[in-house]
């Protein structure tokens, strides 16, 4: 489809970031969390972290799976207005 995906964390759902926590998460035959992640990490897509959101949940220091990148919250604004989108929640 040549689109460039980006997927964005924010708030509570940094928590399943944490090693161990995407693995505790699977639906019935869906993949777990953690399978989905690594698969997207695989592909190439960018997996961002809110700072506010850490801050938020009173993390000055995280330990989170490695290939996501930490990232000012305004970036997602800038992702969405460069992809002429909105984004919903």
Do not use: H
């Not at 990490?41 to 930490?70: F, H, P, Q, T």
Request: one cysteine or more; aromatic letters at 6%.
């Amino acid at each position: 489809m040549d689109i460039k995906a980006t997927v964005y964390y924010l708030g509570t759902g940094l928590r399943i970031l944490k090693p161990g926590e995407a693995e505790k998460i699977k639906l019935g035959a869906f993949p777990s969390v953690k399978e989905m992640i690594d698969k997207t990490l695989e592909m190439g897509i960018e997996i961002l972290v809110c700072e506010a959101s850490k801050r938020m949940l009173g993390w000055e220091k995280v330990d989170l799976i490695s290939g996501v990148k930490i990232v000012g919250a305004a970036t997602l604004n800038d992702l969405v207005l460069e992809a002429d989108a909105t984004q919903w929640f």
